[in-house]
């Protein structure tokens, strides 16, 4: 896995948290669980996605882990919206988004 929804998650709530220690247990899994998952991806793209917080403990996003997460978000968000588009269109019952972080309110 280079990257998907789960390593979106973490990402944010590392940058909102200002700790993937935290960040990690709020998505119910452990530090090193957390921190080889980082680690692949940043192994696969060859740069690194946190970085030391300067001036406090803790980590930061990169500018390709800030970028990266906000691509993938509007990318998610677009294929999203044509998934709900297209299962409203097939299924006989309600559908409604994904409400993760990333998730924008659909627009009805």
């Known amino acids: ?16 948290l200002g700790s993937l220690n935290q960040a990690a247990k709020a998505l119910g899994m452990s530090y090193r669980a957390a921190w ?21 403990k803790g980590y930061e996003l990169t500018p390709l882990a800030a970028s990266l997460l906000k691509d993938f978000a509007l990318w998610h968000h677009e294929v999203e919206e044509f998934a709900l588009a297209r299962a409203k269109a097939r ?15 659909a627009q009805e």
């Open 36 to 56: 080889g998952r980082i680690k692949r991806t940043e192994e696969a793209l060859g740069e690194p996605l946190l970085a030391k917080a300067s001036g406090r």
């Open 91 to 105: 299924l006989p019952w309600d559908v409604r988004p994904f409400a993760g972080p990333q998730a924008e309110p």
């Open 1 to 16: 896995m280079l990257f998907g929804l789960g390593r979106a998650q973490l990402l944010e709530l590392v940058e909102r």
